[in-house]
């Protein structure tokens, strides 16, 4: 009898160390080794799963130089040892979580097209073709999914508009360009469920009339790129993807592009000039995407996470999407606990909780144990929030309130010892280095702003240039044309505002 | 990966495209991959290729980061400087990391050894703070990890 365990081929546990670990394994008489996502808790990482009487046992986390300990303490028969975690279902950071999107991640072989089957996968594009678009625009409406890119647009208003136009070419653009610190959500699923994203993908255009779908693809992923492009063969291979998918009569081809370092290529519309092999300089708004997208024709873009959510809700209903969250923040985010952070991970929860639940519940406080100082939501755009801030519930109205953004649920922490004049100067200098260049309060203010920030450290004629550095901030909110430029201002200017004895005296 | 130029084989990179110009930001991860960056002889085929103007092609390689008009050193190190990898000391590994590799951060050694080069998130930042090396993630990198990464690579590097 062979004994299964689980490695994870997901780009933390294999920066830990996860592939050599799975090689090792696989040399061992009568084991076999079953390369699964991540669940999430990425401090663990690595962490292997023994398969004991169908249960699986965790261990974590494992380092190479822990394997010939672990077989010799009988870990393949669920032996007691210092990095024995208990049964995976009685982990209390996993079970303490809502899964909705990310509850195959981890759970199941992620290149196998038979364990997605098993588990509801394609139940959802089964369900969208026996009945029809108009369902299924029905259905992502009343879940009330909203953008989870962070712009936290209703999903099937935009599915609507692109639907209702007659024309003989549209197109489904996935953004895969998670390019904000502190977010890993996007990545992680691609990882551990790709053909989630295959499958929501086609949803998407089959809801619209689209007959192709191209996923954009950050660079700086070469795991996700090899497990993405392997993903897309198997759906090719096995009908669920290409001509009259399963018998429907719809077609559909998905085509993976890779980006290549930039920043702004999350941006909409930047991201739809490179998939079209152009620099990546965003376009004006108006027309929107949905009406002239790439190549000019109408495009439905949404982020990963976004259309990763609409399997389950089509295969479960909308209704039941919809029980999660408060107000108007339906459903449930990904957060992503980052930085400086005992318990960093992935933590799936409906809209609501707040802040201080999720770094000291699930996070454990900080990683070095010394008192949270600010806090950062919604990546490099997101403000600076203090530590008597935590008790904001996590939704997008509450924190539009208190001047933040919930975003792609990103949140990074850091302890006592930051510096935060450091850090606005790091926020203008980051949007110095990615300004596409197109507008001049993005591209010439952000150089004038990492100025300014020093003359300030630096005690030069300091009330003048707060005084400036506040007004070079209005002029970018309000005269830049996306939000790189019109949102670089709110971490420099929170950090300022809670935090000014760090600039300087 | 650097090689010498070759017409025949930067033309099968190309075609694998089908020379479509909108796969050009794909063509030039092509370049890379085989050559290590893209330079004037590769920038004139593509352009003749994709019935572009030089000028255009110059406009997107010097738009995105990943794509040098320079040979690269034998190895390239990245290591992570935005806020999650921040948070966990990025700034302090990045400076022993100038001092161990003795090149400063966005260069390449004057023996053509390493490359230092920042990369804004990697998407691993719940163990921060990564760093890549080539291909390669690695998480949780402290200064005596990085020595050991570092002083495993070989070659001209050490």
């Known amino acids: 009898m062979s004994v299964t365990v689980y490695v994870p081929r997901e780009t933390a546990a294999v920066s830990l160390g996860a592939h050599e670990i799975a090689e090792k394994l696989a040399a061992v008489e009568n084991v076999n080794v079953i390369r699964n996502g991540s669940w999430g808790a990425s401090w663990l990482e690595p962490m292997l799963e023994v398969v004991v009487d169908d249960q699986r046992i965790a261990y974590g986390p494992v380092s190479i130089d822990d394997v010939d300990e672990l077989l010799a303490a009988g870990f393949l028969e669920g032996a007691d040892h210092p990095l024995r975690l208990g049964p995976t279902t009685e982990i209390a950071y996993l079970i303490n979580q809502e899964r909705w999107t990310f509850w195959r991640c981890g759970l199941i072989e992620s290149l196998s097209i038979d364990d997605y089957l098993a588990h509801r996968g394609f139940a959802g594009l089964k369900k969208a073709f026996e009945s029809g678009p ?334 400036l550095l506040n007004e070079l901030c209005d002029t970018m909110i309000d005269g830049s044309l996306c939000a790189m430029g019109g949102m670089t201002p709110f971490p420099v200017r929170s950090a300022l505002k809670y935090f000014p004895e760090d600039f300087g005296k | 990966m650097t090689t010498k130029y070759d017409a025949s084989i930067a033309a099968e990179i190309i075609n694998k495209y089908e020379a479509r110009p909108e796969m050009l930001v794909q063509i030039l991860h092509g370049f890379v991959e085989r050559y290590g960056f893209v330079g004037d002889e590769a920038i004139r085929q593509i352009a003749n290729e994709l019935n572009l103007s030089r000028a255009e092609v110059h406009g997107v390689v010097s738009f995105y980061h990943d794509f040098r008009t320079e040979p690269p050193g034998e190895h390239i190190v990245k290591i992570c400087q935005a806020e999650a990898c921040q948070a966990m000391g990025s700034r302090a590994l990045t400076s022993h990391a100038e001092e161990k590799l003795g090149v400063a951060l966005n260069n390449t050694r004057s023996d053509g050894g390493v490359t230092l080069e920042p990369v804004y998130c990697l998407g691993n930042c719940a163990c921060s703070p990564a760093v890549m090396i080539g291909e390669k993630v690695y998480g949780r990198v402290d200064n005596e990890k990085l020595d050991g990464l570092l002083d495993s690579l070989g070659g001209s590097s050490k």
């Open chain 1, 134 to 467: 108009e369902f299924v625009l029905d259905q992502v409406k009343a879940s009330g999914l909203r953008g989870r890119g962070g712009a936290g647009f209703p999903t099937g208003i935009k599915w609507q508009a692109v639907a209702e136009l007659d024309v003989d070419q549209k197109y489904i653009a996935c953004n895969a360009d998670e390019g904000d610190s502190g977010t890993f959500s996007d990545r992680l699923l691609m990882e551990s469920d790709p053909l989630n994203l295959i499958e929501g993908i086609t949803i998407a255009g089959y809801a619209v009339g689209a007959s192709k779908g191209y996923i954009y693809l950050r660079s700086e992923y070469p795991l996700t790129r090899r497990v993405l492009e392997k993903a897309l063969a198997i759906a090719r291979e096995s009908g669920w993807l290409g001509k009259n998918i399963q018998g429907s009569g719809f077609d559909f081809d998905i085509e993976l592009h890779l980006g290549a370092g930039s920043y702004i290529c999350g941006e909409e519309t930047a991201m739809l000039e490179s998939l079209e092999g152009k620099a990546g300089v965003i376009r004006y708004k108006p027309p929107l995407p949905v009406i002239e997208g790439l190549f000019g024709k109408p495009t439905v873009v949404n982020n990963v996470v976004t259309l990763g959510s609409v399997p389950q809700i089509l295969a479960l209903g909308a209704d039941k999407y919809a029980d999660f969250g408060v107000g108007r923040s339906k459903g449930t985010l990904a957060f992503q606990l980052a930085g400086n952070i005992r318990r960093g991970g992935l933590v799936e929860k409906a809209f609501g909780l707040t802040l201080r639940e999720l770094i000291e519940d699930f996070g454990g406080g900080t990683a070095s144990g010394r008192p949270v100082r600010a806090v950062q939501v919604g990546g490099p755009l997101g403000a600076y929030l203090t530590a008597e801030q935590l008790d904001t519930p996590m939704d997008y109205e509450a924190f539009a309130a208190i001047g933040a953004m919930v975003g792609h649920g990103g949140i990074v922490v850091f302890d006592d010892t930051v510096d935060m004049a450091q850090q606005a100067r790091f926020a203008m200098q980051f949007c110095a280095v990615e300004s596409c260049g197109k507008c001049t309060p993005c591209r010439i203010g952000s150089v004038r702003g990492v100025e300014v920030i020093d003359r300030i450290i630096a005690n030069e004629d300091r009330e003048k240039n707060i005084h």
